[in-house]
Nanobody
Framework: QVQLVESGGGLVQAGGSLRLSCAASGRTFSSYVMGWFRQAPGKEREFVGAIRWSGGNTYYADSVKGRFTISRDNAKNTVYLQMNSLKPEDTAVYYC??????????????????WGQGTQVTVSS
């Protein structure tokens, strides 16, 4: 079992920044990819970005590329989502998710095995 706990959400003005954290515990040594997703009210959950635990390769949705950065601290089993130049359309509940082994594209939420509880990010205009 893997437990994921997100933190760092909040209210920020457009153009501002936030950093989300996702602390993983449990069976983390075999994790393959950690992803970030978000879900706005009335919308489907969408891919934000992902990072491979080994090698640190990162992948981003076009909507956040150049503004968001994912990083990891293997020693702390923590993944970060640095969000800059935030826009009102970034408002959503943000989730981190763990893919224990390769189950398919990092882009699709159904390929992930464990999920955090989510943290709210609200960007005011």
């Amino acid at each position: 079992q893997v437990q994921l706990v997100e933190s760092g959400g909040g209210l920020v003005q457009a153009g501002g920044s936030l950093r989300l954290s996702c602390a993983a515990s449990g069976r983390t040594f075999s994790s393959y990819v950690m992803g970030w997703f978000r879900q706005a009210p009335g919308k489907e959950r969408e891919f934000v970005g992902a990072i491979r635990w080994s090698g640190g390769n990162t992948y981003y949705a076009d909507s956040v590329k150049g503004r968001f950065t994912i990083s990891r601290d293997n020693a702390k089993n923590t993944v970060y989502l640095q969000m800059n130049s935030l826009k009102p359309e970034d408002t959503a509940v943000y989730y981190c998710a763990d893919q224990q082994y390769y189950s398919g594209s990092y882009y699709h939420s159904y390929n992930y095995h464990y999920w955090g509880q989510g943290t709210q990010v609200t960007v005011s205009s």
